[in-house]
């Protein structure tokens, strides 16, 4: 039997993100994960990264190779996880926002204090969170 592709489970950590998700947005993660090339999703929930075997001509031995043509599946995985991590970050920011605009700054209401968090106070969340580096700030 001739091999095409070899599939390698990426592991819990990424299933653990999806799964946090709210049920409304997992549609939207399923399908995208299901448009991206290189990746299966199971209907247990775990993503499998899926990697071409490529077989040379002067390979007699009968060895494969398994290659990430031109980084296909790594980006893949890769915009899997900016869209998990800007999900969290919206979800994160929102808490934040909600929070400020409930307390009351120098007793003058919820009026005074109904402000978006400052671009420096994002960033620093942005690293507090682990999202620094990986997601970039659209501010």
Not at 13 to 35: G, Q, T
Not at 50 to 67: E, H, I, M, Y
Not at 89 to 108: M, N, P, V, Y
């Amino acid at each position: 039997p001739s091999f095409t592709m070899v599939k390698i489970s990426i592991g819990g950590a990424l299933s653990e993100r999806m799964a946090r998700l709210p049920k409304e947005c997992m549609l939207f993660f399923e399908e995208r994960v299901h448009n991206l090339r290189h990746l299966d999703l199971l209907q247990n929930g775990d993503v499998m990264a899926c990697f071409p075997v490529v077989r040379t001509a002067d390979s007699n031995d009968g060895t494969c190779k398994v290659l990430d043509t031109n980084f296909e599946t790594a980006r893949s995985l890769y915009r899997v996880l900016q869209l998990i991590a800007f999900h969290e970050l919206k979800e994160s920011t929102i808490l934040i926002e909600f929070a400020l605009w409930k307390s009351t700054i120098d007793k003058g209401g919820d009026c005074a204090c109904r402000v978006a968090i400052p671009g420096p106070a994002k960033g620093l969340l942005m690293e507090y969170c682990g999202f620094a580096g990986f997601l970039r700030p659209a501010f």
